[in-house]
């Protein structure tokens, strides 16, 4: 993209030369690009590791998989009678009140009325359990969390408490990280506002094992400034999950985000509304800006918010993903005053706001390329266009997950002569890649050097 057809000499970690023609060593390894496209490693800015590994192994509870009452009964019937992890529970995911409404404790009785069931809503914030689950956690003793409501089996914001009441449950790494190597994913950005020491130590557990291929940055708590330096492993922003709800109090905001900076960190602060993030951009003015401070999801930007965004220097890291996974329900779910303020893109350009994106797998799918396509076409599943003027050229729509880790939004990393050889080769010329990227297939994928998916 840009250099035309070359051929292209890795060594150990580092791309050692390009030249139209370089004649092999004897014996060396050769991949036959066959014309596609060679790429900059992906990186995904904004994921949650453990989740995605979760969810490989849990039952999917809403859209596109699930879209009524009567489809959700059959698809938990049929795993109640045929599946289970080895404590007997089961979980699902990605359940939307589209598909049976507000279902609670009596609902998921009615259907799996034996098996500890829970199953977590699309926004990663609300659990549901049946009676069995409640039973199995304990949660009729003390302490109580404010946000359950026990008769309902419904827990909002409740994942440290219920953490302490489930058996400790990280998955292994293996199949989710060799699925985002598929995508041409060397790096991710792991956004889970609860991480911390033992977090960090376990990614890099599975990164020394191999079983964790990309490079990790970790976003998380304040105890994160206390981490020891791990290879493949580093400490990124410290993540604030704001609730327009329960909004902290101002100054314990700006405190919080002084101790960051104070400690070197950047802060990234979670922002799906208006009122979240005039909020944390005051804050931020009164605290003080920090480079990398960033912005996740931008979920609703009208014009007037964007000079805040500039002001303070922030990036922001969006999903675009969402515009055709979620673009139909919110044109139903959102007032029609707020729709043109939705998931932007070219605005941000435009304004010149540092720009990136995540998936926020498995909040949302993991494919960066389809994140890109709905970048570029703006279209949701259904067909409507969300915005179309927000629309990125398919090179911008590729920056947004090939910029640095540390500096998500900064343009494209180049691939030179002594560059880091993280790499993914496609299987097509970017001229033809560019006109569909969601059907776009990596055929060989490298992170330093090391082949992390090769042909079959």
Partial sequence: MGLGRVD??????????????????????????????????????????????????????????????????????????????????????????????????????????????????????????????????????????????????RFLDADDWLRARLPDQRPPLRLASARLAERGVVGVTDATPSNGLSDYRYFAEQHARGHLLQEVLIMGSAELRLAERHDGVAVGPTKIHLHESALPDFDDLCAAIRLSHGAGRAVAVHCVTV?????????????????????????????????????????????????????????????????????????????????????????????????????????TRNGACLNPDEALTAEEALALFTGPATRPGAGSRAIHAGATADLCLLDRPWRDARADLAAVQVIATLRAGTLIHSPQ
């Avoid at 007997?88 to 589209?98: K, N, Q, S, T």
């Fill in 8 to 153: 292209v000499r890795v060594e150990a970690t580092h791309v050692a030369k390009l030249s139209q023609r370089i004649e092999p060593y004897p014996g060396e390894v050769v991949l036959d690009a066959a014309g596609g496209a060679l790429l900059p490693g992906l990186h995904d800015h904004h994921l949650h590791l453990l989740s995605l590994a979760k969810a490989l192994d849990s039952i999917p509870c809403g859209p596109p998989e699930v879209s009524n009452e009567a489809q959700l009964t059959a698809q938990l019937k049929r795993h109640a009678a045929t599946a289970a992890d080895d404590d007997g529970w089961l979980r699902g995911i990605g359940y939307h009140e589209a598909v049976a409404g507000d279902i609670d404790r009596a609902w998921l009785d009615t259907v799996v009325p034996d098996r500890p069931l829970r199953i977590q809503h699309r926004s990663g914030r609300l659990w549901m359990f049946n009676s069995a689950a409640l039973a199995r956690i304990g949660a009729g003793a003390p302490p109580f969390h404010p946000g359950a409501d026990l008769a309902g089996g």
């Fill in 275 to 379: 009122a979240e993030l005039v909020f944390v951009a005051s804050a931020l003015a009164e605290a003080g800006h920090h480079p990398g401070d960033r912005i996740e999801h931008a979920s609703l930007t009208p014009p007037e918010t964007l000079s805040l965004l500039a002001a303070e220097g922030l990036t922001v890291v969006t999903q675009p993903n969402f515009v055709f996974e979620r673009g139909d329900q919110y044109l139903v779910d959102l007032a029609a005053a707020e729709q043109p303020w939705l998931y932007g893109g070219r605005r941000f350009l435009t304004n010149g706001i540092p720009l990136a994106a995540g998936t926020d797998a498995p909040f949302g799918h993991a494919d960066p390329w389809r994140a890109m396509a709905a970048a570029v076409n703006r279209h």
